[in-house]
Structures are given as structure tokens and as C-alpha cells.
């Protein structure tokens, strides 16, 4: 059964470019390199600030930050998390190498089992 890794980032809106750059050459890294079966990232458009949670609250969203929300598809949990430990291995995600568009300490993330897919 797939396994997803869901992400939630605030993302600076003037990096908007340099973002989406840094997510291609990460997912052609986990798709080619560490079994990932597809990648998303999306750009938020209408993602509502709330009183008591919401997306922005989560990542701590500046005024100047936009939400971006990304999820990898895995083949199984097994896969990821073997793709997973290689990620934290790979000099390629060192932040102080290749620095992220983002704060990387307000990232949410989290690995879910597929309970629906149609």
C-alpha cells in the first residue's frame, strides 16, 4: 500500500522562483534516486487565516510568507523510509551546504498511511 509524506511550509513570497527550483531538484532526487513514485508542491492561493488552527497558525506565516503545502507518494512505508534515511544522509539537504528558501525550523511534516484512494 502507498505511504504519503505530507509537508506544510511557510515560504517567503519573493522566493517564490528559488523555491520552486530547490522543489524540482529535490524531487528529481527522491524519484530517481530514492524510490518515490510522485511529488507535489503547491503554492497557496486561498489558504484562510484562522482564530484557532489553521495552515498559516501552524507554520507560524509571516505577512510577507505564503503556505506551501507538498506531498510525496511512496510506494510503500518500507521504501520511504529507507528514502528517508538516505535523505538525511545526502549532502544535498545539509541546510548549511544547500541552503533551503524557507525556514526550515517552522516546517510541519509528518508520514501518513493511505486509508482512502480513489
Do not use: H
Not at 69 to 92: A, H, L, Y
Not at 96 to 117: A, H, N, Q
Amino acid at each position: 500500500m502507498a505511504y504519503i509524506d505530507g509537508f506544510v511550509v511557510a515560504v517567503p513570497s519573493i522566493n517564490k522562483e528559488q523555491y520552486k527550483a530547490y522543489a524540482k531538484q529535490c524531487i528529481d532526487i527522491f524519484k530517481q534516486e530514492y524510490g518515490a513514485l510522485a511529488c507535489k508542491e503547491c503554492w497557496g492561493d486561498d489558504v484562510p487565516e484562522g482564530e484557532l488552527t489553521s495552515f498559516p497558525l501552524a507554520v507560524k506565516a509571516k505577512d510577507d510568507e505564503t503556505v506551501v503545502f507538498s506531498w510525496i507518494t511512496w510506494p510503500s512505508k518500507e521504501v520511504r523510509d529507507i528514502g528517508m534515511q538516505k535523505c538525511m544522509q545526502d549532502p544535498r539537504f545539509d541546510p548549511l551546504k544547500s541552503p533551503m528558501p524557507f525556514d526550515g525550523k517552522r516546517m510541519i511534516y509528518g508520514g501518513f498511511e493511505v486509508l482512502v484512494d480513489e
